[in-house]
């Protein structure tokens, strides 16, 4: 069935590091993806979309890129600040409701 | 004010006792969703409704019920709650679309079951 797999945090960084949170998935359509993000005591917001293969999605200085041939759609970030510790999800939509999660991954960034 | 609003924020309960939990929008959304969320497992869609009259069960829908009262207001209700339902719930909504209709959500209601 359709899945999404996300790197288990979780994941710990200095200030000014390179981010990367890994995701792949499994759809047997051509699925829209997603990456929301949550902080402490808050629901999930929209982060950033990538709707086809080669699209990139950015938004506050993070990126992912829908990558069809290895069925990906990492999250990267160049330099991470102490403001972005959350938990990030990555997800996937098809059809007309089938939203899928991953289990999240944790980011700690340190001062 | 927030787009989308769940009451109550936190809930502590008994096994046995029956509970609802309330979300409302404004963002005018026809679709609605609930979702249970507990650590390790991601969010698991509990039930869906793309309109008043259209009310569906997602993956987990057992031990659940919903009403959609009108377009702005969906409820989550448990009958009689055990405790393997403590988890953080959320509602959420997103508009109608061809497929990439991202999702908005409430801030979540934690409810312990005792």
């Known amino acids: 069935g359709d899945s999404v797999t996300q790197m288990e945090g979780p994941v710990t960084l200095s200030e000014e590091a390179f981010l990367t949170i890994n995701c792949t998935y499994t759809a047997t359509g051509y699925p829209s993806l997603f990456w929301y993000v949550q902080y402490p005591g808050e629901g999930l917001q929209l982060l950033l979309k990538a709707t086809k293969a080669d699209d990139k999605g950015s938004n506050k200085g993070f990126e992912a890129t829908y990558r069809k041939e290895t069925t990906s759609f990492h999250l990267e970030k160049g330099s991470v600040q102490v403001s972005d510790s959350a938990v990030y999800f990555c997800a996937l939509m098809w059809g007309t409701y089938k939203y899928i999660f991953g289990t999240g991954t944790r980011l700690k960034v340190l001062a | ?114």
């Open chain 2, 1 to 114: 004010d927030a787009d989308v609003t769940q009451t109550p924020r936190n809930r502590i309960t008994k096994t046995g006792k029956r509970i609802m939990l309330e979300c409302s929008q404004t963002k005018g959304h026809d679709r609605m969703y609930w979702y249970r969320q507990d650590p390790g497992l991601g969010l698991r869609l509990i039930y869906y409704s793309f309109d008043v009259k259209d009310i569906n069960k997602g993956e987990i829908s057992d031990g659940y019920s919903v009403s959609r009262q009108a377009q702005a207001k969906f409820s989550l209700s448990l009958e009689s709650a055990i405790p393997n339902q403590t988890a953080l719930y959320f509602c959420a909504t997103s508009d109608a679309g061809t497929g990439d209709q991202p999702q908005h959500f409430g801030d979540g209601t934690r409810l312990s079951i005792l």
